[in-house]
């Protein structure tokens, strides 16, 4: 089992930046990540996933062009850059591991690892 550990959320204005980051240990480092987020009131949603070797990316709708994620080499750590953020992007932001490729996140639902959580607020 892959642990998460979640850091990078806070408080930030229309048309901001943050950078939330995902460090993963325990076993195996070639696994495909993501990131997914729940507002208040909304189920959770699919985000963003890279696969294990960070080759490939996939977006919701949503946040093309706006989010990127990536990984470092050693793979132990996932970034997620948000841009232009909006306050329809507030949310709490979950990191999630699974498979290798960026399907095998898209369609997580309770399998795989996930974080704790970090809470992202977009004032207008």
């Known amino acids: 089992q892959v642990q998460l550990v979640e850091s990078g959320g806070g408080l930030v204005q229309a048309g901001g930046s943050l950078r939330l980051s995902c460090a993963a240990s325990?076993?195996?480092?070639?696994?495909?990540m993501g990131w997914f987020r729940q507002a208040p009131g909304k189920e959770r949603e699919f985000v963003a996933a890279i696969n294990w070797s960070g080759g490939s990316t996939y977006y919701t709708d949503s946040v093309k062009g706006r989010f990127t994620i990536s990984r470092d080499n050693a793979g132990t750590t996932v970034y997620l850059q948000m841009n232009s953020l909006k306050p329809e992007d507030t949310a709490v932001y979950y990191c999630?591991?699974?498979?290798?490729?960026?399907?095998?996140?898209?369609?997580?639902?309770?399998?795989?690892?996930w974080g704790q959580g970090t809470q992202v607020t977009v004032s207008s």
């Open positions: 999630a591991a699974r498979g290798h490729s960026t399907s095998d996140i898209v369609t997580m639902t309770d399998g795989g690892s």
């Open positions: 325990g076993r195996p480092f070639s696994i495909a």
